[in-house]
């Protein structure tokens, strides 16, 4: 059975916080091995008055598993040509803007320029148009970032099973795949055409590039497009069924927060910063080996809060344009899929971890001095 199957049986009342009590919420934060009832409690709106004590025990799992090490990464948009009309992003093929490919001697020069900050995990990013960013030229984008990186994720459109297995004997590491809601209503409504709306397609992509051989896995639910307690508890159970099925696979999830973009979309759904630290030691309390990374899209002091509370894993130096490292950086026709708060520097960021006193990892878990 996949997710998907186990998804389609169990969703109808599992995430509905209703009903839960101050009791139950003290039961999930005594339980040592919580499970998906301990999860439902630590997200419902009970669960804020422990707030304080759930980001103890989240601190305290954290670096039990983790040390005070965080991951670097940064983002390579490399073509913002699309075939969806995603309603919130920023890409939707409807919207009008300049679309730019790089060639492969300007992924080349942005790969250069990203390397010389000393970062060696890149996560290259294509729009969803298989005609326009097909297999072939992915893996020779792959081929030059080989040269400068020695970890290498995608977060492109949905593939088989096959065709993930090609990107890892190309030299990928690492997947990244957002279902961006789990709600079938929502999703339906938010993926009117293109690709992308075949959402059982879109929900099985994380376990097949498991099964592929991706050596990390990391999936999302974009905040804001649905009520966020159902999002996360699916994201949540999402992400535990990929670690009891692929146990040497590195499962990771992010949570970004819709912000502004290209076009006239608001989301319908808001998430406070007190619920963003309630969504994170959750998430950390019921699964204690998770990778959880903190989107740009936050501010550069927000992101530093959240840190002790779950955090291994922070993009820097981002730009979401295409070539906005340097091919095109200064191309103001370019336009990026969505704004960032935190615009600081690789140099930047790496004082501000270590002045708190973490350890910014750069290769491979190895801290740098």
């Not at 304080?52 to 670096?63: F, L, N, V």
């Not at 795949?177 to 075949?198: F, L, N």
């Not at 974009?222 to 670690?243: N, S």
Request: aromatic residues 10%; proline residues 5%; hydrophobic residues 40%.
């Amino acid at each position: 059975m996949n997710f998907y199957e186990l998804y389609s049986q169990i969703k109808k009342d599992q995430a509905d916080p209703a009903g839960i009590t101050s009791a139950d919420v003290e039961k999930a934060l005594s339980c040592r091995n919580p499970d998906s009832r301990h999860f439902r409690a630590l997200l419902s709106p009970e669960a804020l008055p422990y707030l304080e004590e759930m980001a103890g025990k989240a601190r305290d799992i954290t670096q039990g598993h983790f040390g005070k090490a965080i991951l670097l990464y940064a983002p390579l948009y490399v073509s913002n040509y699309c075939d969806n009309k995603c309603l919130y992003c920023g890409f939707n093929l409807q919207n009008k803007i300049q679309r730019k490919k790089l060639t492969l001697e300007e992924v080349e020069k942005e790969a250069s320029f990203i390397a010389s900050s000393g970062l060696r995990h890149i996560l290259l990013l294509t729009g969803g148009s298989r005609t326009m960013s097909p297999l072939s030229y992915i893996k020779d984008c792959v081929k030059v970032l080989r040269k400068y990186f020695t970890d290498i994720s995608v977060e492109i459109y949905a593939l088989t099973e096959e065709e993930y297995a090609g990107l890892v004997s190309a030299g990928v590491d690492a997947l990244t795949i957002y279902q961006e809601v789990y709600d079938e209503k929502t999703y339906t409504r938010m993926h009117p055409a293109g690709p992308k709306s075949d959402y059982a397609f879109r929900l099985g992509a994380p376990e097949r590039g498991a099964r592929a051989g991706m050596r990390s896995v990391s999936i999302g639910t974009l905040l804001g497009l649905d009520e966020w307690r159902r999002e996360v508890f699916w994201l949540g159970m999402h992400a535990k069924y990929l670690q009891d099925n692929f146990p040497a696979v590195d499962v990771g999830a992010s949570l970004p927060r819709l912000k502004p973009h290209e076009g006239a979309f608001r989301a319908p759904y808001d998430v406070s910063d007190m619920e963003m630290a309630q969504i994170i030691t959750a998430l950390r309390i019921f699964l204690p080996r998770l990778g959880i990374s903190l989107s740009t899209r936050e501010g550069a002091a927000f992101r530093e809060n959240l840190l002790p509370l779950g955090i291994t894993r922070i993009s820097a130096g981002s730009s979401t344009y295409v070539g906005g490292h340097a091919a095109y950086a200064k191309d103001r026709q370019n336009i990026p899929q969505f704004e960032i708060s935190d615009k600081r520097s690789v140099a930047e960021i790496m004082a501000a971890l270590k002045l708190k006193g973490y350890q910014p990892v750069l290769k491979d878990w190895l801290a740098i001095d």
